[in-house]
């Protein structure tokens, strides 16, 4: 595990120093690519992103809340193994993507609604994308095709929620009871407009960062579709946007990895909620990639069946 660490550190080093001489050779290609990055937040990200952010954080907080975790507990607890607290983490985060399953599933462990046993599974369930982001923006906006973003839907949560599957095995027989603390009513609103602004703004920025890299990254290989992967591993919009322009089952498989694994910009925003809750980096990013292996494989298969 030592070791393990120390070539971790090395490898962020490299890359901090690595970015830096980039910023400091390119300095205007850098600033007009992160004005780019902000600019796809604020037009696709923001509006669809920022509302589900607010509600999100308010309904964990009205006095029907642990009402309905409670009706979820029975199900979840023979599905996945994980409470009612937990499955609804996993519903926000399947109706809204992310960043908002995994800052709900942060703001609910750090209250002690999440049972510190059950973390780990409940974060790879918590931590998907939306159908607003996969039909409308990656489907339809990038492929042109609607068909092909509900694939994406499909392949991507059927994905998640079978390697979600598997993990109930690791786990104990019995489910701890979520225990849900009394709605504090009258700062709902002040508290849940606080979180929804810090959790917006750590999205932008990343998104922007890492945006540029992607861009950055892609312009120094010659090859077409090399330049989207690697585009896609950093920054997942930018590199299904490239890819959308091959109009094969394996670009759209390829997406379908990008979409579930996240790249490096979605990985920060989640692990930026998460860690703190006491989720692992590296056991995580493990296991989105899995998912994202998964989404690829049954997403191939489908866009041949479906003939996209």
Known sequence: MTKLKKFTGAIALLFTVGA???LLALPAKSASLVFEGLSLWAACVLPST???LFFCALFTRLKAYPKIVGKLSPVAGKVFRISGAGACCGLISALSGYPVGAKTLS???????????ELFRTSALATTSGPAFLVGAVGAGAF???????????????AVWLVCFLLRFTAKK??????????QTQNALSESLAETVAAATLAGA????????ARLLAGTVSDGFL???LSGIVEMTSGCKALSSVKTPLALALSAFFVTFGGVCVLVQQLAFLTPAGVKPLPFICLKALQG???AALCFALACAFGV
């Open 293 to 295: 292996i998964t989404a």
């Open 206 to 213: 990343s998104i922007a960062i890492f945006y540029a890299f």
């Open 174 to 183: 019995s489910v701890s009871a979520s225990r849900i603390s009394a709605p």
């Open 20 to 22: 830096i001489a980039v």
């Open 144 to 158: 042109q095709s609607v068909k092909a973003g509900w694939l994406l839907l499909v392949s991507h949560l059927a």
């Open 50 to 52: 920022l509302p589900f």
């Open 107 to 117: 703001s609910l462990a750090l209250r002690g609604e999440v049972p510190k046993e």
């Open 227 to 229: 330049s989207a992967i």
